[in-house]
């Protein structure tokens, strides 16, 4: 299907770009690891009640971490103006979308593994748990989505490293909440609980990637 | 383009309607302070939740009257529905804002506190914050048209995802040990307190719809100026 | 499709081919373009056509329109009023394949500076789907003088070699329509006599040229018709000649 193809097309590209500059997965795992090291003296995660405060801080690495590699991501695509090149090409603005959040997610995923693992050793947590993965990775889909659609609008504006935290985060709540609380639940061994969180993961995901499948394409169309 | 005989019937229109809800308010004040017994149990603080529902059911209409212009936008590309929707925008900013002051007024003297972290009202926080997200990215974006295409997206995706934020907040709270919270509206109300509802909500309704007006005639004010510019080669 | 200096083509992905109404209709048809951004009218009811084996130049003062009008043709920009028709395909209703026929240079050059030459065009040959990318790439890349630049980073080459490049781009995947943007910007001797060359044989082949530039006498070479555009409005269109150069010059002194 050449959908596939150009999407593993604009992932390759992303990749081989990453792989020479290699400035975001590392600005970005960096970022994550000082976050999680930053809460551990803002919050007591050594303690009885650290798995609260643990998926807390788990999720604000990640999700600053993400912030700071879709904005760069999109940023990247302005040199040269190469997104209008991509743009003039034939490739369905839809199948670009799944492309860009293609590359985004898998970005944002290598940092996730190191910042897990990294989580691991440090709290003694379960996070390599299954459920845990399932739920991150729920979590990261849905904020992938919307911060690949925003990215590329915000990377426009003149404000952008300001825009596009600003129209992530009201949007993204559901997601925080949602992922946060069934970590939670699922790193104090509470696998019963989880269930509503989960399905309004799944709920937001489905969604909001198929609202940003449509929209996306009247976002970049002048 | 409307001819000056069908503009000019409007304008006559607009201005009954702005009388009237000036004449709506008045009566709804009137009895708001007159008409509407005390609560027993909150005193004279619950009076204003005369203004903070209806404020808060514009807050949302507004959000609704966005997300439909910011469709038909994206589907038509038509100036008037920006139009509409950076007016719908401008007024339920304002009414969000007047949910959330007396909100928190409110509540201080029967919560003790400025502010809880009440679901509705929590939930139109964040509407508030997106709100401010519909603007900043207006003024950020250097090309008007393109950020009418982008403020559409944020109207389509926000309007969506506001009862997903409200579902999340709820859940939060109930599915959350939690002290217990003075609900809203208490019991069943009496029937003179759900008529100076009613009547100020249909005050409201009107102010709504004649600002909203008038609004919408200014911004096309503007840009018909700002056409007239274009032609003349100013 | 087109064969380039006398060499065999190999089928792309692209569609069979032009249907009989496709090669009847126009290369390029616009009629009552409009664009507005915000405040400022960019273009005001301009109407051209351009059919197969024609060249055309459009000149006019800076701001008067020109990129923004070959930005609407290339699909890049929705007009604000008016039609665009690349060979009886329309906006927006047929975008995918009128993208599959147009080939576009625009002021910026498209390309990813940490990638290599190769990877550039390997890239958007996997975008527009070409089945034979490797031969394509290296047909490509020697008719713009790049053969043994290949495996550079865009980043290490000169201003003119990447416009040379982003020229290779725009022809990758043998398109009916060819929009310029000031093409010959940058380039040196050699390449401002190869992308001549392109042009020629893009008219020669059935295809068509849509070209802007301020080098007045190298506009009137490649084109067999001249257009002249200032603040938004199509002024006068003439065929090109030798004369025309002066004429050209003068007007464009005149507007500045």
């Given at each position: 299907m050449t959908a596939a193809r150009q999407i593993y097309a604009i992932v390759r590209k992303?990749?081989?770009?990453?792989?020479?500059?290699?400035?975001?997965?590392?600005?970005?795992?960096?970022?994550?690891?000082?976050?999680?090291?930053?809460?551990?003296?803002?919050?007591?995660?050594?303690?009885?009640?650290?798995?609260?405060?643990?998926?807390?801080?788990?999720?604000?690495?990640?999700?600053?971490?993400?912030?700071l590699g879709m904005g760069r991501a999109a940023a990247i695509d302005r040199q040269q103006g190469a997104w209008e090149g991509v743009l003039l090409s034939p490739v369905d603005r839809g199948t670009i979308f799944l492309g860009k959040l293609a590359s985004a997610l898998l970005f944002i995923g290598i940092v996730e593994a190191l910042a897990m693992a990294v989580f691991a050793a440090l709290f003694s947590l379960p996070v390599l748990h299954p459920m845990v993965l399932l739920v991150v990775c729920l979590g990261t889909v849905g904020f992938g989505t919307l911060g690949t659609l925003f990215s590329v609008m915000a990377a426009t504006t003149r404000a952008r490293e300001v825009m596009l935290p600003v129209l992530l985060f009201p949007l993204s709540l559901p997601i925080v909440i949602s992922a946060v609380r069934a970590t939670t639940l699922l790193l104090t061994d509470r696998q019963a609980e989880v269930g509503p969180w989960i399905s309004l993961l799944l709920g937001f995901d489905v969604l909001f990637l198929g609202i940003s499948y449509i929209v996306f394409g009247h976002a970049v169309e002048e | 383009m409307a001819s000056v005989a069908t503009r000019r019937s409007a304008e006559t229109w607009s201005r009954a309607l702005g009388w009237l809800s000036v004449v709506l308010v008045a009566i709804s004040v009137a009895m708001i302070f007159l008409y509407a017994p005390s609560d027993r149990v909150q005193g004279a603080a619950q009076r204003i939740f005369y203004i903070h529902l209806p404020a808060a059911w514009l807050a949302y209409l507004s959000f609704f009257i966005i997300f439909v212009s910011s469709i038909a936008y994206l589907a038509r590309r038509h100036p008037r529905w920006d139009r509409l929707a950076r007016s719908a925008a401008e007024l339920g900013f304002v009414f969000t804002t007047i949910?959330?002051?007396?909100?928190?007024?409110?509540?201080?003297?029967?919560?003790?506190?400025?502010?809880?972290?009440?679901?509705?009202?929590?939930?139109?926080?964040?509407?508030?914050?997106?709100?401010?997200?519909?603007?900043?990215?207006?003024?950020?974006?250097?090309?008007?048209?393109?950020?009418?295409?982008?403020?559409?997206?944020l109207g389509i995706v926000g309007f969506v995802d506001v009862p997903i934020i409200h579902m999340s907040v709820r859940w939060w709270r109930t599915l959350h040990p939690e002290p217990i919270v003075v609900r809203a509206e208490g019991p069943a109300m009496p029937d003179t307190m759900l008529q100076t509802l009613v009547v100020t909500l249909l005050a409201f309704m009107a102010l709504y719809v004649f600002l909203l007006i008038e609004k919408y005639r200014v911004e096309r004010m503007k840009d018909e100026l700002a056409e007239l510019r274009l032609q003349h080669g100013v | 499709m087109m064969a380039v200096a006398g060499r065999d083509v190999a089928r792309t992905e692209t569609p069979p081919g032009p249907t009989a109404a496709a090669l009847a209709a126009p290369a390029v048809e616009a009629t009552g373009l409009t664009k507005r951004y915000g405040n400022r009218l960019a273009l005001h009811d301009v109407s051209l056509r351009v059919d197969a084996g024609e060249c055309v130049g459009i000149f006019g003062p800076n701001g008067a329109g020109k990129s923004t009008l070959l930005r609407v043709l290339s699909t890049l920009a929705r007009p604000t009023a008016g039609q665009v028709r690349c060979c009886g395909l329309e906006m927006p209703a047929q975008a995918s394949e009128m993208r599959r026929l147009v080939g576009a240079v625009g002021h910026q050059t498209y390309l990813y500076d940490d990638l290599t030459v190769w990877e550039n065009l390997d890239f958007y040959a996997r975008l527009y789907g070409l089945r034979d990318a490797g031969d394509r790439i290296r047909q490509v890349l020697d008719l713009l003088g790049l053969g043994d630049r290949a495996d550079e980073r865009v980043r290490a080459l000169s201003r003119g070699l990447q416009q040379r490049l982003a020229i290779a781009r725009a022809i990758l995947h043998r398109p009916r329509v060819l929009l310029l943007d000031e093409p010959d910007t940058g380039l040196d001797r050699e390449g401002r006599d190869r992308l001549a060359g392109i042009i020629g044989e893009q008219v020669r082949l059935g295809g068509a040229v849509v070209l802007t530039t301020h080098a007045v006498e190298f506009g009137c070479q490649v084109a067999s018709r001249v257009l002249f555009l200032d603040r938004g409005r199509l002024l006068w269109e003439r065929p090109a000649s030798g004369d025309l150069v002066d004429e050209l010059e003068r007007q464009l002194r005149r507007r500045a």
């Open positions: 992303d990749l081989l770009l990453e792989l020479r500059a290699r400035e975001q997965v590392t600005g970005m795992a960096v970022f994550a690891l000082l976050t999680l090291v930053t809460f551990n003296f803002a919050f007591d995660l050594t303690g009885a009640d650290r798995a609260a405060s643990g998926s807390g801080a788990l999720w604000v690495a990640i999700i600053f971490a993400g912030l | 949910v959330l002051l007396t909100g928190s007024i409110w509540g201080r003297p029967i919560w003790g506190t400025w502010w809880t972290w009440d679901a509705r009202l929590t939930t139109t926080l964040i509407l508030w914050f997106i709100y401010l997200a519909y603007f900043m990215l207006r003024a950020y974006v250097s090309d008007p048209e393109r950020g009418a295409r982008y403020a559409a997206v | -």
